[in-house]
Every structure is written in C-alpha cells, then in structure tokens.
C-alpha cells in the first residue's frame, strides 16, 4: 500500500520559507559600496510555476484515471532553502512511497510542482508526477542516488501485505539527459509499479505509474516522455 501525498507538507513548507526569503531580499536590496552583484545559487533554475506548466495535464491520463483532490501543490515563483540531505542507509521501504523522491535522502530541491491522478474511488489505477528543480550539479547527483538505491535495495518488504516486493532498474535511454527505471513487483499483488527518474537539465522527473496491466509500463512511460518535452520549452528566468 502506498503512502499519503507529501502534496500538502511540501505546500506548507514552500509558503513559511517565503518569509524569509522576502527578508533575505530585503536585507541584499541596500548599497552594498560594490556594483558587483553576487551570484544568484538558483540560476538556470525552473520555479515551481513553470514546473507546474510542465506537467503532464488530466487530458493525457488513461480512462478513469482522474484527478486526486489536494493531490496537486507547487512552490510557484519562489525559491525555497534547499532541504539538507538525509544521511544514513537507504531506507528500502520509502520505494513504497506515493513521492518517492526521498530515497534519495533529500525531500525536494528548490523548486517543485506535483500532481496525483488515479481510478476512483478505490486508486487501483494511480499516476503521480513530481518535479523538482536543484542548485548547480544536484540534479546530476540526485539521480547517482535513485541508481545506487536500486543497487542498494533488491528488495523491500511492504508493510500492508507483509510481503517481499522485487525491486529492479534499468537504464532508459533517449527519454531526457538522463534517465532510470524501475520496476516493483510482488507475488501479492494483482499488479506492480513503474518508477521513472527522469532529469532534464536542473529538472528532475519522479513519477509512479500503476495504470495498466504491465505493471504501469506504457502509461509511465507515456506521461514521463510528455513532461520532458515539456520541459525543454521552459528557460529559466534566472
């Protein structure tokens, strides 16, 4: 069974940054006595508005597959700090996760834009999409990270059915600057899950695909290739 949407804390956490960065803005707004200007670190960065732009819209989902209401949350225009990354052992379990980007041991980027679309009423169907836009190289080490949690995790157990899901990736060329999929499977269950990391520049694509009967496959792959030509037509305003 997969976990709530993180829609609504990442919501909440986007609008409490907004202060300080406001206040940061004002603090950088006097004479400094210099007219270099420094380096702004979300450069070449997509906000959480253009990110949204690029999601894959409800017309592309498969039959049935609607909406989920509060399933949708973005940071719009605003930067928000960059999360610290979670050190440790990978944590097997988090595969399970609706957002599963924290696997990688970071939450977000600086930037983000989200949407859940499944087959009510009982979400037997389900289609997630989260972008995430990082500072500098992140997003090249982001997706380092989804391939050596793969490596890391053959398997994990999932805590619903009490039972093992199969976990195996595979590089996905042609779809981005880079991309990884990943496939979980059970003997439990009447079908299994497609994972896409997908990185388009500063951008990186998590999406989760259960619709369908080959395990998400060709609807994943469907809405991934969508949101990564979309992608390429946003620039940075930065």
């Not at 990354?85 to 970071?106: H, P, Q």
């Not at 042609?174 to 520049?201: H, K, Q």
């Not at 989760?208 to 469907?222: F, I, L, P, V, W």
Request: glycine share 10%.
């Amino acid at each position: 069974m997969r976990l709530p949407s993180r829609a609504a804390t990442r919501a909440a956490f986007a609008v409490a940054a907004l202060p300080l960065a406001l206040s940061l803005a004002a603090c950088s707004s006097g004479s400094s006595g210099s007219d270099s200007k420094p380096a702004n670190p979300n450069a070449g960065v997509l906000t959480g508005t253009q990110l949204k732009q690029a999601l894959a819209p409800s017309s592309l989902m498969p039959k049935g597959v609607t909406p989920v209401a509060d399933g949708t949350a973005d940071s719009g225009d605003d930067f928000i700090a960059p999360p610290a990354k979670i050190a440790g052992k990978t944590d097997c379990a988090k595969f399970g996760n609706t957002y599963w980007l924290d696997i990688t041991g970071l939450k977000g980027g600086v930037s983000f834009a989200q949407s859940d679309h499944a087959k009510q009423p009982d979400q037997t169907e389900e289609i997630t999409q989260e972008l995430d836009g990082f500072r500098g190289t992140t997003a090249q080490a982001v997706m380092k990270d989804v391939r050596a949690a793969v490596a890391a995790c053959p398997t994990y157990t999932d805590t619903a059915n009490h039972a093992k899901v199969k976990i195996t990736g595979k590089e996905t060329p042609g779809l981005g600057d880079e991309a990884y999929t990943i496939t979980l499977t059970s003997s439990t269950w009447e079908n299994g899950s497609t994972l896409i990391a997908a990185r388009v520049g500063t951008s990186v694509l998590t999406l989760m695909s259960t619709a369908g009967s080959d395990n998400g496959a060709a609807a994943g792959q469907k809405i991934a290739a969508h949101v990564v030509k979309s992608l390429r037509t946003q620039k940075p305003k930065s």
